[in-house]
C-alpha cells in the first residue's frame, strides 16, 4: 500500500506539472524594463528640468546684475549732475559776488565824484566871498591870511577827493 501511496503522489505531482499555467518570464522582465525605461524617462525629465531651472537661474542673476549696474550707473551719473549743479551754484555765487564788487566800486567813483563837485563848489564859493570882502578892503592881514589857508586847505581836500576817484577808477579797472 505504500506503493500505491507513492505511486499516487507522484501521479497527482506530475499531472499538477502537466496542467499548470506556465507564468512567462518576459512580462516580468517588460515590466522590468518599462520601469527602468520611466525611471530612465523620469531621471532625464528631471535632469531637464533641473538644467532650466539652472538656465533661469543664471538668466535671472544675469538681469539682477545689470540691474544693479544700471542702478550704480544711475547714481554714479546723479552724483556727477549733483556735483555739476554745486560747481555751476558756486559759479554764479562767485560771478554775483564779482558783479557786486563792480557794482559797489562803480558807486564809490560816483560818490566820490559828486563829493569832488560838492567841494569845488564850496572852493568856489569860499573864493567868491573872499574876493566880495577883499574888495570892499574890510580884511585885515591875519584874517587875508586865513582866509587864503582856508582856500589852501579847500584845494588839497579837492586834491585829495581826485586822489580817492583814481583809485577808485583803478579798483574799478581791476575788477572788470
Same mark, same amino acid.
Given at each position: 500500500?505504500?506503493? #500505491?501511496?507513492?505511486?499516487?503522489?507522484?501521479?497527482?505531482?506530475?499531472?499538477?506539472?502537466?496542467?499548470?499555467?506556465?507564468?512567462?518570464?518576459?512580462?516580468?522582465?517588460?515590466?522590468?524594463?518599462? #520601469?527602468?525605461?520611466?525611471?530612465?524617462?523620469?531621471?532625464?525629465?528631471?535632469?531637464?528640468?533641473?538644467?532650466?531651472?539652472?538656465?533661469?537661474?543664471?538668466?535671472?542673476?544675469?538681469?539682477?546684475?545689470?540691474?544693479?549696474?544700471?542702478?550704480?550707473?544711475?547714481?554714479?551719473?546723479?552724483?556727477?549732475?549733483?556735483?555739476?549743479?554745486?560747481?555751476?551754484?558756486?559759479?554764479? #555765487?562767485?560771478?554775483?559776488?564779482?558783479?557786486?564788487?563792480?557794482?559797489?566800486?562803480?558807486?564809490?567813483?560816483?560818490?566820490?565824484?559828486?563829493?569832488?563837485?560838492?567841494?569845488?563848489?564850496?572852493?568856489?564859493?569860499?573864493?567868491?566871498?573872499?574876493?566880495?570882502?577883499?574888495? #570892499?578892503?574890510?580884511?585885515?592881514?591875519?584874517?587875508?591870511?586865513?582866509?587864503?589857508?582856508?582856500?589852501?586847505?579847500?584845494?588839497?581836500?579837492?586834491?585829495?577827493?581826485?586822489?580817492?576817484?583814481?583809485?577808485?577808477?583803478?579798483?574799478?579797472?581791476?575788477?572788470?
Amino acid at each position: 500500500m505504500k506503493i #500505491k501511496l507513492v505511486f499516487t503522489a507522484i501521479l497527482i505531482i506530475s499531472f499538477q506539472n502537466f496542467f499548470a499555467q506556465e507564468t512567462p518570464t518576459t512580462v516580468l522582465l517588460d515590466s522590468i524594463k518599462t #520601469k527602468s525605461i520611466d525611471l530612465e524617462k523620469q531621471n532625464a525629465a528631471e535632469k531637464d528640468r533641473l538644467e532650466q531651472k539652472l538656465k533661469d537661474e543664471k538668466q535671472a542673476l544675469k538681469e539682477q546684475q545689470k540691474a544693479e549696474d544700471q542702478i550704480e550707473k544711475a547714481k554714479k551719473d546723479a552724483k556727477e549732475t549733483e556735483k555739476k549743479q554745486n560747481k555751476l551754484e558756486k559759479e554764479q #555765487k562767485k560771478f554775483d559776488k564779482e558783479q557786486k564788487k563792480i557794482s559797489n566800486a562803480e558807486k564809490d567813483v560816483e560818490k566820490q565824484k559828486g563829493k569832488l563837485e560838492k567841494e569845488r563848489k564850496n572852493l568856489e564859493k569860499m573864493q567868491a566871498k573872499f574876493e566880495k570882502s577883499r574888495a #570892499k578892503g574890510k580884511l585885515s592881514p591875519v584874517e587875508i591870511e586865513k582866509g587864503n589857508v582856508d582856500i589852501t586847505k579847500q584845494q588839497l581836500k579837492i586834491k585829495e577827493v581826485e586822489e580817492d576817484i583814481e583809485k577808485a577808477q583803478k579798483k574799478l579797472s581791476k575788477l572788470r
